[in-house]
């Protein structure tokens, strides 16, 4: 069985180290439900998916949800239905799908497996790739059916080259990031490989197929009530400061987004008129300067990112392949702390359509305003 070396070493060569910071934050919010403040909700959460589409100019009609399997399955394993892997999960996993395909989304579920279930890192290289199989499962209608990924993706454009390895990355100097996935159990670090190899390995490597501008969601927050379902984005970082203008000592801070990220929540959610959480783990530096220690967890709804947002965008840092985005500023003091309510059903009930959500923020400033 692969051991943390493994996977270190995988993330080190494939992952630039932005993403793995962002990896990391991923953990730690996940460990909130496992473990954490929001352990009352661990219901209530999901992991997320990928989000691609064909290259074409056509491609903003079909969009597809691709959600990969957090484990490696064995012979036996690949053969078991949606319902048989996801096990007690089952039931949040299909709100999700039904959420999504309503979206007009075409909704998958990606297993990965070999004969005897484990991962060989040492053919996870080029070509290598084709040692892991992949069974593609498609909702159609109610039930998820087996998808031939040949005969599906021959219709995306390929004859593109295998994308490689990070080699220009400086992972040296980031012995923090390598010391807090060392403590990551490996069931942990084999769920974030395994999301990245569908995309790196099988769609790029071995298929050799195009996508247009790729995203993902980080995770999903469903209400058992009302079976409203929320896409998260999920950030770690410190705020930024500026000056309103030359010489005037007051500040603003503010958190940025990527431009694309808000265009993608907002293409999930439309359709349904639904909400979804930006959540940011905010960070500071600690003495040694290297540490990123965590000052509190912070959150918008996407319902209050499209109020707050400046319309003008700024530079970015990398995105998640390593390409510069463009950066929209939402002000600080804007977010809410991230607290055991957050995710309570009273409050998911407060924020599940966003269109009125957006109409109670505007009211509440304008009323404050003619008081």
């Not at 996977?7 to 496992?34: D, H, M, R, T």
């Not at 209400?223 to 970082?237: A, M, Y």
């Not at 909400?275 to 783990?281: G, K, M, P, T």
């Not at 390593?322 to 309510?341: C, M, N």
Request: with cysteine.
């Amino acid at each position: 069985m692969a051991g943390q070396d493994n996977y270190i070493s995988f993330f080190k060569k494939w992952f630039p180290v932005n993403k793995a910071k962002g990896l990391l934050a991923q953990l730690s919010f996940e460990n909130e439900f496992e473990n954490g403040f929001l352990k009352k909700y661990s219901g209530n959460f999901y992991p997320g998916c990928w989000v691609i589409s064909p290259k074409s100019h056509e491609s903003h009609r079909a969009r597809y949800a691709v959600f990969i399997h957090n484990r490696i399955e064995d012979a036996s394993g690949a053969g078991k239905n949606v319902d048989s892997l996801l096990g007690s999960k089952k039931e949040i996993f299909n709100k999700i799908a039904r959420f999504l395909d309503s979206s007009s989304f075409g909704v998958i579920y990606a297993v990965p497996h070999t004969a005897d279930g484990h991962l060989d890192f040492s053919k996870l290289d080029g070509d290598g790739f084709d040692s892991l199989k992949w069974n593609l499962f498609i909702l159609n209608g109610t039930s998820f059916v087996l998808l031939d990924a040949g005969k599906f993706f021959s219709k995306w454009r390929g004859g593109m080259r295998p994308r490689r390895p990070q080699e220009s990355q400086k992972w040296d100097s980031n012995e923090q990031i390598i010391s807090k996935l060392s403590k990551i159990p490996t069931e942990k670090l084999e769920a974030f490989v395994l999301k990245e190899i569908f995309y790196t390995g099988f769609l790029k490597s071995v298929i050799k197929v195009s996508t247009d501008d790729p995203y993902d969601v980080d995770s999903f927050i469903i209400s058992t009530q009302d079976n409203s379902v929320f896409p998260v984005e999920l950030k770690e970082k410190s705020p930024v400061f500026e000056k309103y203008k030359k010489g005037d000592q007051i500040r603003e801070h503010y958190f940025g987004i990527d431009s694309g990220r808000i265009s993608c929540l907002e293409r999930i959610c439309s359709p349904n008129d639904a909400n979804a959480f930006y959540v940011v783990r905010e960070v500071e530096d600690g003495k040694d300067g290297k540490e990123r220690n965590l000052v509190k967890w912070k959150c918008m709804t996407l319902s209050g990112v499209i109020m707050a947002a400046s319309w003008n965008a700024i530079g970015g840092g990398s995105g998640m392949f390593g390409s510069t985005t463009s950066t929209v500023k939402l002000p600080y003091g804007e977010f809410a702390d991230l607290t055991d309510q957050t995710f309570s059903e009273e409050n998911l009930k407060k924020v599940s359509s966003r269109t009125r959500a957006m109409k109670m923020i505007s009211d509440d400033y304008r009323s404050s305003l003619q008081k």
